[in-house]
């Protein structure tokens, strides 16, 4: 049975958001909030959690998960960034953008893309999901809330609830900004090419 936690979106309560990274830490799995609607979260090094993610979701080994970062620092700790790049993602995050970028040797090799070495990240803009990266001092490892048949991410905690609290450890009950997947961008290619348009724009 999933824990639920009612988590300000603005003033986040620290003892709440403990709890969800003490279950984050012991292997387990999450939905939280984030600017691009809920998320599926667990930890990069759990890889039983991540079969759970992928068992929700009904995907195969193949589908990418997203790395969520703290900042722009902590990107460059997982993907190799040139200047080009940098200048990119300095302009374009915090935000619902997701990038694909050639991934570092601290992402471990199941985790990339099946037929190359990258793998996506991106820096929310959403205090309470800040607050989960604060504490946690790593990534969230996470897939868009999307069940399948359902033409749009769930969005509403209680409701994620209802449907998944069998299979979750917690659900983070707050604020969103947007109902809708991130855009995705392609990185690794001159010009970056856009992979997916989602809830903001790309020139």
């Not at 599926?40 to 959690?49: E, G, Q, R, T, V």
Request: charged share 20%; aromatic share 6%.
């Amino acid at each position: 049975m999933a824990q639920y936690f009612v988590i300000h979106a603005e003033n986040p309560q620290s003892r709440l958001i403990q709890q969800a990274v003490q279950l984050l830490q012991q292997g387990g799995v999450i939905a939280c909030p984030t600017d691009s609607s809920y998320a599926l979260a667990c930890l990069m090094d759990h890889k039983d959690a991540q079969t759970r993610i992928r068992r929700i979701r009904q995907v195969d080994d193949e589908h990418p998960f997203t790395l969520v970062c703290r900042d722009l620092a902590e990107i460059g700790t997982y993907a190799k960034v040139n200047n080009a790049q940098f200048r990119l993602l300095k302009a374009y995050t915090p935000g619902p953008y997701t990038f694909l970028l050639e991934a570092s040797r601290e992402v471990p090799r199941r985790l990339h893309h099946p037929k190359r070495s990258t793998i996506g990240l991106r820096v929310p803009r959403h205090i309470v999901t800040q607050a989960l990266l604060e504490a946690l001092g790593a990534p969230l490892l996470t897939m868009t809330l999307q069940l399948p048949g359902d033409d749009v991410p769930l969005s509403v905690g209680w409701e994620i609830r209802e449907t998944l609290e069998h299979h979750l450890d917690a659900v983070i009950d707050s604020d969103i900004v947007h109902v809708g997947a991130t855009t995705v961008i392609d990185l690794t290619q001159e010009p970056p090419e856009l992979v997916r348009s989602g809830v903001s724009p790309w020139p």
